[in-house]
């Protein structure tokens, strides 16, 4: 495998069997899928798409039914391939009564962060997340803003290479949540690569290189955003001595009526428009 895709996945599926041979779930069928090394890519969906699900597996949490699972070219449960990879959760979990830096502390020694590097480290990530006034208080007095800054510190407490971030933003503020959006570039900066679960897509538009949407377990979109946002069979016209009359009519009569064509354009798209235009082709039941 390339050394440049360090996640793949190759015909990846996870059923969920239900109770008294009822049939099964299906969670994810059949995704290909490929994250490149230094990219910050975006993994959307509506509720019940599988995104959560497909985070899982990549993190090894959970196997796939069926299909292969490369992180770094090896399998995903190898304790050596997780050691490259940090990770955020929707709702992570703290031990409240620690306070912010005994928290980093903690994990950063689970990660196996040495001794002598590990309090620059935790005063660093303090600084990063802009937690200072919150270094010393217990967990149980932060915000749900505090908690996913700090969630976010965690996550990188070991300088991964890869960053797995599941709605890294929920519940935090707008300087928040542009400090989160600053930080995410500046890990790409770094030459890290970041995979991006939300559902705030004006901020995965702002950060994200490529994206993908999961609709009901199956991949509809994958492409580079600067692809999907600009549509190839629609233009923009900027033109001099506009009349009112319709672009065909304009275009038919410009060199008689005395006026310039100045520029043709490509209009960009949101990647809400994109992503609720392709849910709905997709909609329904899966057949």
Request: include cysteine; charge should be positive.
């Amino acid at each position: 495998m390339s050394s440049d895709h360090p996640i793949v996945l190759r015909g990846v599926a996870k059923h969920f069997p239900l109770h008294w041979r009822r049939g099964r779930v299906i969670a994810v069928e059949h995704l290909d899928l490929e994250v490149r090394r230094g990219e910050v890519f975006g993994l959307l969906g509506p509720n019940g798409s599988g995104k959560s699900t497909t985070l899982k597996m990549i993190l090894g949490l959970t196997p796939p039914s069926s299909g292969e699972i490369e992180l770094f070219g090896e399998p995903p449960a190898r304790p050596e391939t997780r050691r490259r990879l940090g990770f955020l959760p929707e709702s992570p979990y703290f031990y409240r009564f620690l306070t912010g830096a005994e928290t980093l502390r903690f994990f950063g020694r689970l990660c196996g962060v040495p001794r002598a590097r590990l309090e620059a480290r935790v005063e660093e990530l303090i600084a990063l997340v802009g937690l200072g006034h919150g270094r010393d208080r217990p967990l149980a007095t932060y915000s749900k803003g505090m908690l996913q800054r700090i969630g976010l510190a965690q996550a990188l407490v070991h300088d991964p290479e890869l960053v797995l971030l599941d709605e890294p933003t929920a519940g935090v503020d707008p300087m928040g949540s542009r400090d989160i959006k600053d930080l995410i570039l500046r890990l790409k900066s770094e030459g890290k690569t970041v995979v991006l679960s939300s559902h705030l897509l004006d901020q995965v538009e702002e950060v994200c290189d490529r994206v993908a949407i999961l609709h009901l377990g199956r991949k509809i979109v994958e492409g580079p955003l600067g692809e999907l946002l600009s549509p190839g069979d629609r233009a923009t016209l900027e033109v001099e001595g506009y009349d009112e009359r319709r672009a065909d009519a304009i275009r038919a009569a410009l060199a008689s009526a005395g006026a310039g064509l100045r520029s043709v354009g490509r209009p960009r798209l949101t990647l809400e428009e994109i992503f609720v235009r392709e849910v709905r082709r997709a909609g329904g039941d899966r057949p």
